[in-house]
C-alpha cells in the first residue's frame, strides 16, 4: 500500500535563520552537504531534511540533495524536518532513500513559483509512498547501502579516470612546448633569425618615432631557461612577440574607468563589454553590458578585436581566450588583459597553447593582492615571463598535432563519463526492482 507523507510524519519548518546561528554543540542542517552548529537544538530524533528553494536560484527548479539526520539537531529555515510518528511502521532511513532515488520525480516537480521557486511543506505531505512491512524496509536500506558502495567505489575508479585524461592532456601540451611532439624540419627559417628581424624591425620604428621607445632588456640568463629546447627554436620574452604598436598589451581601464551608469540599451551604435567571463568560458556572446563609446573615447585604446587574445587577471586568473572572427569589437574591462602578438612570429592560438602550459601556474604563483590576486604591472609580463619559440611553420604542425591528440582526449572523457552515468542510472534501476516487489507484499 501507499501512504501519504502528511499521514505518516510531521513536516515541520527550520526554526533558525542560517546566518543568525550561534555556534554551539549540536549540528545545524543547512542545504550544503556540511554540516553547521548551533547553541540549541530544535528538532530530536531521525528525520529528512529537504531544502524548499531551489538549489540554482531563480527561475529553475532543482534539489543538489537532501539530508538524513539522527540525534539533536537545528534546522536551517529555508528547510524542513520530515520526521514519521511512527518508526515502526515508516523507518526515516528507508524514507530518506526512497525519497533520494525519487528526488526529481516526489519533490523537484512539485516546486512552485517563476522567479522565486520554492517546495511548498503541503506538497511534501501529498507524497505517496510504497510502506513495506518494517523487516522489508530494512533489508531495502542495507541493499542500498551496498549498492552505493559499489556505486561509490567505481565513481571514484572513473574520477581516477578522469584525472588521467586531464594528465594527459597536460603531457601533450608539454611535450608540444619542449619541441618533442613533431619532428624538426631543417628547411623551416629559424625562430632565432625571424625574432632578430623583429627587434631590427622594432628599433627602426623607434627611432622614427612611429613606437614608444623601449628600454631593451638583458638576454635571458641560463638559470631562467627551465629545460632545453630544439636548435631552430629560441628563448625569447613576452614583450619579443608582441605586434608592433603602442597597443599590442592593455590591461582593462582600472577603478571606476567603466561605471554603471555608462552603460545603456545595445543598439546598433553601441560597443560590447568584455568581461572576465568570456575569457573563463571561452565564449564571445556572455555579458550585456555595452557603452557608446564615442562618448568616451580615452577608452579606445582598450578596444579587443578578432584575433586580439584576452586573458583573465583578476581573481580567476590566466584564462586566455582568441576572439574568433564573427566577435564584435568590444572594450575590455579592468578584470582582462588583452594581447596582440606579432602574428610574423607567432600566431594567436599558439600563444594560448604556450601559456596555457607553461605561463598559467606561473602567474598565478606570482599573482599580487590578498582580498582578490590579481596580475599586476604590465612590466612584470614584459619582462619576466619567458617563451620557447618554434619556427611559425612548426607552430602550425604543432597545433595540427595538438587538435587530433585534444579530440582523442575529448573522446576519452566522453566514453568515461558515458560509463558514469551508465553507473548512476543502472543503480537507480536496481534499486527500483528491489523497492517494487515490496510493495505488492503490503496488505491493506
Known sequence: MKKTLGELCTIQKGKIGIKKATPGEFPLVVTAEERLSHNEYHFEGNAVIIPLVSSTGHGHKSLKRIHFQSGKFAVGNILCAVIPIDENVLRADYLYR??????????????????????????IAKIKIPVPPIEAQIVFVQQYS?????????????????????QLRKAFLREAMQGKLVPQDPNDEQASLILEKIKLEKKRLMKEKKIKKQKTLPQIPEEEIPFEIPANWVWCRFEDILELTNTSLRRGPFGSSIKKNMFVKQSAYTTKVYEQKNAIYKNFELGDYHIELEEFPNLKSFIAKPGDIIISCAGTIGETYVLPSDAPKGIINQALLKVVVNEKIITSVYFTKVFQSLLKDRVNNDAKGSAMKNLGSINYLKQNLNIPLPPLKEQKRILTKLDGLMQY???LEKSIEDSQQQNELLLQQVLREALEPKEKEVVE
Request: net charge negative; proline share 2%; glycine share 4%.
Open 98 to 123: 526512497f525519497l533520494d532515488l525519487n528526488r526529481e520525480k516526489e519533490l523537484v516537480s512539485r516546486m512552485k513559483g517563476m522567479a522565486n521557486v520554492t517546495l511548498p511543506i503541503k506538497e
Open 409 to 411: 582526449c575529448d573522446e
Open 146 to 166: 551496498i549498492l552505493e558502495e559499489k556505486s561509490n567505489d567505481l565513481g571514484e575508479e572513473i574520477t581516477h579516470q578522469l584525472n588521467l585524461v586531464k
